[in-house]
């Protein structure tokens, strides 16, 4: 079957679309005074109306759900969160139409769609549930976006390696199991600061929640050197696979009947 390079191009472009609109976000936001730049270690316990407008507050810390909470930045914001969400459930299911195609059936490849799956639906809240105004909501979608999508990482990066047999594939798992240790790193290191006190941890908190993005998002990037194999085939063996349920069951009942037939066709002859 002919392949279908356009498909690698996918991979790509989530993390250049996402990765460049939050950064639009967070220049917006900057430039609205609603946050403090990244580079800023200073902040007070409160700031006068008649002060500078470079005064920082707990409130201006730069985290990227802080950078999407105030209009008109939370708009973009929201978009961004819901067409990444998008192309990482289509992304999610062309990795696992690919591995079905050169592993068959496994469990780590259905959890790996599972996780990436859950994983958009929480980021979906994310977007559209800004912090400040339904800060449950929003947490919620926080606590299920992050901890799958590092354990997204942790199932591909695994996959990667069961698939690969040539050097360069054994590279990218290498790859792929440097960003997981970067991305679990600082995810924990985000969680553990954000909960304190101090302006300054909560600073690094922000700092390490940008990291824990971009490198969830250039890990998806690593998906473009598989999925310029993509076929045909590979979207057959996806159908093929969502029918073998039925097929399955069809095959058992027919295989038990016939099971049950030769049974008392043998009690007949004795």
Same mark, same amino acid.
């Given at each position: 079957?002919?392949?279908?390079?356009?498909?690698?191009?996918?991979?790509?472009?989530?993390?250049?679309?996402?990765?460049?609109?939050?950064?639009?976000?967070?220049?917006?936001?900057?430039?609205?005074?609603?946050?403090?730049?990244?580079?800023?270690?200073?902040?007070?316990?409160?700031?006068?109306?008649?002060?500078?407008?470079?005064?920082?507050?707990?409130?201006?810390?730069?985290?990227?759900?802080?950078?999407?909470?105030?209009?008109?930045?939370?708009?973009?914001?929201?978009?961004?969160?819901?067409?990444?969400?998008?192309?990482?459930?289509?992304?999610?299911?062309?990795?696992?139409?690919?591995?079905?195609?050169?592993?068959?059936?496994?469990?780590?490849?259905?959890?790996?769609?599972?996780?990436?799956?859950?994983?958009? =639906?929480?980021?979906?809240?994310?977007?559209?549930?800004?912090?400040? %105004?339904?800060?449950?909501? %929003?947490?919620?979608?926080?606590?299920?976006?992050?901890?799958?999508?590092?354990?997204?990482?942790?199932?591909?990066?695994?996959?990667?390696?069961?698939?690969?047999?040539?050097?360069?594939?054994?590279?990218?798992?290498?790859?792929?199991?440097?960003?997981?240790?970067?991305?679990?790193?600082?995810?924990?290191?985000?969680?553990?600061?954000?909960?304190?006190?101090?302006?300054?941890?909560? %600073?690094? =908190?922000?700092?390490?929640?940008?990291?824990?993005?971009?490198?969830?998002?250039?890990?998806?990037?690593?998906?473009?050197?598989?999925?310029? =194999?993509?076929?045909?085939?590979?979207?057959?063996?996806?159908?093929?696979?969502?029918?073998?349920?039925?097929?399955?069951?069809?095959?058992?009942?027919?295989?038990?009947?016939?099971?049950?037939?030769?049974?008392?066709?043998?009690?007949?002859?004795?």
């Amino acid at each position: 079957m002919p392949r279908m390079p356009a498909w690698g191009i996918l991979p790509v472009t989530l993390p250049a679309f996402t990765i460049t609109g939050m950064w639009i976000v967070y220049a917006m936001a900057l430039s609205n005074n609603h946050i403090c730049p990244v580079h800023n270690w200073s902040y007070n316990q409160s700031c006068d109306m008649d002060g500078p407008s470079s005064c920082c507050t707990l409130d201006h810390i730069p985290l990227v759900s802080k950078c999407g909470t105030l209009p008109p930045e939370s708009c973009f914001f929201s978009l961004i969160c819901s067409l990444g969400s998008f192309m990482v459930i289509l992304v999610g299911l062309l990795r696992y139409a690919h591995l079905l195609e050169r592993l068959g059936p496994s469990l780590l490849n259905t959890l790996g769609l599972a996780t990436g799956w859950v994983c958009a =639906a929480g980021l979906t809240m994310v977007g559209n549930f800004q912090v400040d %105004h339904a800060k449950v909501l %929003h947490y919620i979608g926080a606590g299920v976006a992050f901890p799958t999508s590092m354990l997204f990482l942790l199932l591909q990066s695994i996959l990667t390696y069961r698939m690969a047999k040539t050097r360069a594939q054994y590279w990218t798992g290498h790859l792929r199991s440097i960003l997981t240790i970067v991305a679990f790193f600082t995810l924990v290191f985000s969680g553990v600061f954000f909960i304190q006190e101090s302006f300054v941890l909560q %600073h690094v =908190a922000a700092l390490c929640e940008w990291m824990f993005i971009i490198d969830v998002l250039v890990f998806y990037g690593t998906f473009t050197f598989e999925f310029g =194999a993509i076929s045909t085939d590979t979207f057959l063996v996806l159908l093929k696979a969502s029918r073998a349920p039925k097929s399955y069951k069809g095959e058992s009942s027919l295989s038990s009947t016939a099971h049950i037939h030769s049974h008392v066709e043998g009690l007949a002859m004795a």
